[in-house]
């Protein structure tokens, strides 16, 4: 938007591996590359480190081949390439929370082909966080995880030290969550475009940095005026989305995207630690409350009236589902988190994402599932 | 020795895959009494339609190629007709563009998706029992749901390629050397039923098309399997939306009886037949709507 509210997040986004390196310049820590929206970045913020989420380029690529199936999803495989293609060489480490299983192949190639890695750090999460027993063993890993970061920066991570950082860590859900408040209104202040760049980027910028943007933008939210159409309010749904070129083609031809339940928005922000005496425990709780992603939700599906929920919070008129080709995970949750949002007024589209979208015939949809929603008298 | 020499010829290459362009328009109307004259024009990738509707009533239209822009595929598209029954563009109160080049459509006042265009085009051609549609075009394929007004309920886009399109016959068409409206019929003319070929993308059906041929294939028998294929794979397009009764086919290769009757014969259901060039179907959808549109328009006015 013509303000430069968001210019700082996009920028952030658009040169992310420029502000890593500058970072480790400017700070000497060591940067991480993570896998996963379940890692526990507490520990690593603790540790001095910066975490920085893998996420793919979204250009073709020939590297992945040989490592991982063509068959597994294209942001497992675009991720890779990343790593293959030396993206991240300013990264020593890399570590994946478990969750899919085809993930986890990308991490086990990363961490086996990609020279630059000086270690790596697995920490296998339950999948079944409904069960009584995930919490201790999670509580378990995530003990473990502090260990053996101790171990390789040969200092104590103490229980102060972790406090702090998941302060910092609590505020920048807590902001983000006040931004995404704006969204509520009819003709929001924010735009999906820039609600993305604002969560993305939590992702891989220094927090501490990241909540002082936030805040900036947050004081000179109440009195911005957009002066854009709103038009239908769509709720976007998936696992990770950065595709920033499909959502602003779909905020251009008549609507506004005003939520989400991706890894790459609400899923990662959208709860904050409970107080605990224990640190380990109030980190390691959080990740087992969060809104489930698909790998982490049964036997009870927790997801489709979370969903629904925010679909209604929200004010969405539809939602579209953006589906990794071949992620089986939520492809195995659409026929019924469809048939629960339908039932309950919310149409919906399916589009299936691949590492390069094909933007005109995905706008042809949008248009066409926009006029079965328009009030226009065609008829 | 001073002999002059000729440059040698290159042969003549023939054109298997050109289709038919139409023009065609109702004398028995006559478009200058008319209230409301509207037009829709299509651009799609590989046919433009430009379609006269005169007072909610089909009048005229004119298919032909689409050319390297779209503006001036939509431009020669709507001359084409025009210059046929002696209208100007000024005569026209209203124009919509559809398909891939809808929004470049430089004299349209308003761009509607092929996906309504096709839709309420059914509608009007195969009357309001019209329930599912099958938009076999030239480089997609899209299972439309509607209601009894045309309204779109729900669709279903093919994926990324070309594969089970107009643009796959015309590949099949080139590569026999058979004009392509003789595919479907010729596709019939076989001793017995052929396996479908594994493959509907253009470029492997190509490479497939061709081993069967040396594996001793007729001509015949190789069109058939491809019909068979594409039928196959639009079939299941078709299934994972849902195939009500009123089932009506538009696009070109409507056109295609090897590919129809296929079709026809997998889901059980007869196709909904029709006098009108199946391919002018979205062209048709939005001159319709332009006629709505002028029609609230001019009540307005009339109001105001």
């Known amino acids: 938007?013509?303000?430069?509210?968001?210019?700082?997040?996009?920028?952030?986004?658009?040169?992310?591996?420029?502000?890593?390196?500058?970072?480790?310049?400017?700070?000497?820590?060591?940067?991480?590359?993570?896998?996963?929206?379940?890692?526990?970045?507490?520990?690593?913020?603790?540790?001095?480190?910066?975490?920085?989420?893998?996420?793919?380029?979204?250009?073709?690529?020939?590297?992945?081949?040989?490592?991982?199936?063509?068959?597994?999803?294209?942001?497992?495989?675009?991720?890779?390439?990343?790593?293959?293609?030396?993206?991240?060489?300013?990264?020593?480490?890399?570590?994946?929370?478990?969750?899919?299983?085809?993930?986890?192949?990308?991490?086990?190639?990363w961490r086996s082909n990609v020279p630059t890695v000086q270690w790596d750090y697995f920490v296998p999460m339950p999948n079944e966080v409904q069960s009584p027993h995930a919490r201790k063993a999670h509580?378990?890993?995530?003990?473990?995880?502090?260990?053996?970061?101790?171990?390789?920066?040969?200092?104590?991570?103490?229980?102060?030290?972790?406090?702090?950082?998941?302060?910092?860590?609590?505020?920048?859900?807590?902001?983000?969550?006040?931004?995404?408040?704006?969204?509520?209104?009819?003709?929001?202040?924010?735009?999906?475009?820039?609600?993305?760049?604002?969560?993305?980027?939590?992702?891989?910028?220094?927090?501490?940095?990241?909540?002082?943007?936030?805040?900036?933008?947050?004081?000179?939210?109440?009195?911005?005026?957009?002066?854009?159409?709103?038009?239908?309010?769509?709720?976007?749904?998936?696992?990770?989305?950065?595709?920033?070129?499909?959502?602003?083609?779909?905020?251009?031809?008549?609507?506004?995207?005003?939520?989400?339940?991706?890894?790459?928005?609400?899923?990662?922000f959208w709860n904050q630690s409970k107080p605990e005496d224990d640190v380990i425990k109030a980190i390691a709780d959080r990740y087992c409350d969060r809104p489930a992603c698909p790998t982490k939700d049964y036997p009870v599906h927790t997801r489709y009236d979370h969903v629904l929920g925010l679909a209604k919070e929200f004010n969405a008129r539809a939602a579209i589902f953006l589906q990794q080709k071949f992620c089986d995970p939520h492809e195995g949750d659409y026929p019924d988190l469809k048939k629960h949002l339908e039932d309950n007024g919310i149409p919906t589209l399916f589009l299936e994402f691949d590492i390069t979208n094909p933007i005109g015939p995905f706008r042809i949809r949008i248009e066409a599932f926009l006029e079965t929603m328009s009030d226009e008298e065609l008829f | 020795m001073n002999t002059e020499t000729t440059a040698p010829t290159a042969p003549e290459k023939k054109e298997f895959w050109r289709w038919q362009e139409n023009v065609w328009f109702d004398?028995?109307?006559?478009?200058?009494?008319?209230?409301?004259?509207?037009?829709?024009?299509?651009?799609?990738?590989?046919?433009?339609?430009?379609?006269?509707?005169?007072?909610?009533?089909?009048?005229?239209?004119?298919?032909?190629?689409?050319?390297?822009?779209?503006?001036?595929?939509?431009?020669?598209?709507?001359?084409?007709?025009?210059?046929?029954?002696?209208?100007?563009?000024?005569?026209?109160?209203?124009?919509?563009?559809?398909?891939?080049?809808?929004?470049?459509?430089?004299?349209?006042?308003?761009?509607?998706?092929?996906?309504?265009?096709?839709?309420?085009?059914?509608?009007?051609?195969?009357?309001?029992?019209?329930?599912?549609?099958?938009?076999?075009?030239?480089?997609?394929?899209?299972?439309?749901?509607?209601?009894?007004?045309?309204?779109?309920?729900?669709?279903?886009?093919?994926?990324k390629c070309a594969a089970g399109t107009g643009r796959g016959m015309e590949v099949i068409s080139d590569l026999m050397q058979i004009p392509i409206a003789e595919l479907g019929p010729r596709s019939f003319d076989i001793d017995s039923d052929v396996e479908a070929v594994s493959s509907v993308c253009v470029v492997f059906a190509k490479s497939e098309a061709l081993g069967l041929l040396k594996a001793g294939y007729t001509k015949n028998k190789v069109i058939a399997a491809y019909c068979q294929a594409m039928a196959e794979r639009v079939v299941s397009l078709l299934e994972r939306i849902g195939v009500e009764e009123g089932f009506f086919i538009t696009g070109g290769i409507a056109k295609n009886p090897g590919v129809v009757k296929r079709i026809e014969k997998l889901l059980g259901i007869k196709a909904m037949e029709t006098k009108v060039d199946s391919q002018i179907a979205g062209a048709l959808g939005a001159a319709l709507f332009g006629y709505t549109l002028a029609s609230k328009k001019a009540a307005a006015a009339a109001a105001a």
């Open chain 1, 139 to 268: 509580y378990a890993e995530i003990q473990a995880f502090r260990v053996f970061l101790q171990a390789l920066t040969g200092k104590e991570l103490t229980d102060e030290m972790l406090r702090e950082a998941l302060a910092v860590v609590d505020e920048n859900r807590r902001l983000l969550r006040e931004l995404f408040e704006y969204r509520k209104e009819a003709n929001p202040k924010v735009t999906g475009c820039e609600a993305l760049y604002a969560s993305i980027t939590a992702q891989f910028v220094d927090k501490r940095e990241h909540n002082e943007m936030l805040k900036k933008v947050l004081a000179a939210l109440p009195t911005r005026q957009l002066n854009r159409p709103e038009g239908v309010r769509f709720m976007t749904i998936g696992s990770e989305n950065d595709d920033l070129a499909f959502m602003a083609m779909v905020e251009s031809v008549g609507s506004t995207i005003v939520i989400d339940d991706q890894c790459s928005g609400t899923r990662y």
């Open chain 1, 1 to 109: 938007m013509a303000d430069g509210l968001f210019d700082q997040f996009q920028n952030w986004y658009e040169k992310r591996h420029d502000y890593a390196r500058d970072w480790k310049a400017r700070t000497g820590g060591q940067v991480v590359a993570t896998m996963c929206t379940y890692t526990a970045e507490e520990l690593l913020i603790a540790a001095g480190m910066l975490p920085v989420r893998v996420l793919g380029a979204h250009e073709p690529q020939n590297v992945t081949e040989p490592h991982i199936f063509g068959m597994f999803c294209p942001f497992c495989r675009d991720s890779l390439a990343q790593g293959l293609l030396e993206r991240f060489d300013y990264a020593e480490g890399v570590t994946l929370t478990q969750s899919c299983i085809q993930y986890r192949q990308t991490f086990s190639s």
């Open chain 2, 27 to 159: 004398e028995t109307k006559d478009w200058k009494t008319a209230k409301i004259v509207t037009c829709g024009i299509d651009v799609g990738s590989v046919s433009s339609q430009a379609v006269l509707v005169v007072d909610g009533e089909l009048y005229g239209f004119n298919s032909m190629r689409t050319g390297n822009n779209s503006p001036d595929s939509a431009t020669n598209a709507l001359a084409g007709i025009m210059d046929k029954c002696g209208m100007k563009q000024e005569d026209i109160h209203f124009v919509v563009g559809t398909g891939y080049g809808r929004v470049n459509v430089p004299f349209a006042d308003k761009a509607i998706t092929e996906i309504a265009c096709h839709a309420r085009g059914a509608n009007y051609m195969g009357g309001n029992g019209v329930r599912t549609i099958l938009d076999m075009g030239g480089q997609d394929c899209k299972a439309i749901h509607c209601d009894e007004k045309g309204k779109v309920t729900n669709f279903l886009m093919n994926d």
